[in-house]
């Protein structure tokens, strides 16, 4: 009995060529030279299967809080910070290049720096990396590359906005580039991260509130050993610094799977634009 004709056999096959077409009408213009486009097939696959895996490690989990009320609410997702006692008193510092002579004289304290500035001795460098990334995923380097080697297993800073999947990427591009598992990579808020857009009626510590779960989000998608939440409003008010502290509760508990595996592994657009920016950024490593 001959089988019955799928509707689909009425439709010419679709070359390549016509969906390259319809995409780029689609976008107003081609992806540039270099740059992944948005749809593959096998055969553009072949480079990406056979180019060094990304480097993997365990699931993220938060192992430690602390927070300094009016000051900071730190996440640690790192295992190892804990080996180093951190349960205990130790200080992280966001002022880098003032203020060293107030560290305590009895407690190690993780200063974030983005230069070359004499360190008293309890004091450990966060080195500050001047890289950011735009809405059309190029980088943009904001400044002197700080005199850190990838291989010495430091400690390395990003400032994140509240765009998650560009924060993500930013972070991962980092991490490939260092080629170094010891490296830990410490997610720091952009200046003007709760600076109002004027794209809603009215903005508030409310929004505050999404943009630093946006934040912190992507942060946790992109690998970030450690997570910096500043005060979402007045640390006077009972209820902002409490918003804060949350943040990590709602990361944790009801959107659980961030933070038990890795959500964009495997996702080609993903991992060609961060093998990609891996590779500028390792021009600008010393």
Not at 15 to 41: C, D, N, V
Not at 111 to 136: E, G, M, N
Not at 187 to 209: F, K, S
Request: aromatic share 12%; net charge negative; hydrophobic share 40%.
């Amino acid at each position: 009995m001959e089988a019955p004709e799928s509707p689909y056999d009425t439709f010419p096959p679709g070359s390549r060529a016509r969906w390259e077409a319809l995409i780029a009408q689609e976008l107003k213009a081609p992806p540039p030279a270099g740059r992944p486009l948005p749809f593959y097939r096998r055969e553009d696959l072949a480079r990406w299967e056979s180019s060094p895996a990304f480097p993997r490690r365990e699931p993220w989990l938060v192992i430690a809080e602390r927070f300094v009320p009016g000051e900071v609410d730190l996440w640690l997702y790192d295992a190892r910070f804990l080996s180093e006692g951190l349960q205990a008193q130790k200080w992280f510092f966001l002022s880098a290049e003032e203020g060293l002579s107030d560290l305590p004289a009895t407690a190690e304290a993780y200063v974030c720096l983005r230069t070359t500035h004499p360190l008293p001795p309890q004091a450990r460098p966060v080195w500050v990396l001047p890289v950011a990334l735009s809405d059309d995923l190029e980088l943009e380097f904001t400044g002197p590359w700080p005199p850190v080697s990838p291989q010495q297993g430091t400690d390395v800073a990003l400032f994140l906005d509240q765009r998650v999947l560009v924060n993500a990427i930013l972070l991962r591009a980092v991490w490939l580039a260092a080629e170094n598992p010891a490296l830990r990579i410490w997610a720091l808020p952009t200046p003007d991260l709760y600076t109002p857009r004027g794209t809603l009626p009215a903005e508030g510590p409310e929004e505050n509130l999404i943009r630093a779960t946006l934040y912190a989000l992507g942060a946790i998608a992109g690998g970030a050993h450690a997570i910096y939440i500043p005060p979402i409003g007045d640390p006077s008010r009972d209820e902002y610094p409490r918003w804060s502290r949350n943040i990590s509760h709602l990361l944790r508990y009801e959107v659980l799977y961030f933070t038990e595996g890795d959500p964009l592994q495997g996702s080609f657009y993903i991992e060609a634009e961060v093998q990609r920016l891996a590779a500028e950024i390792q021009h600008r490593w010393p």
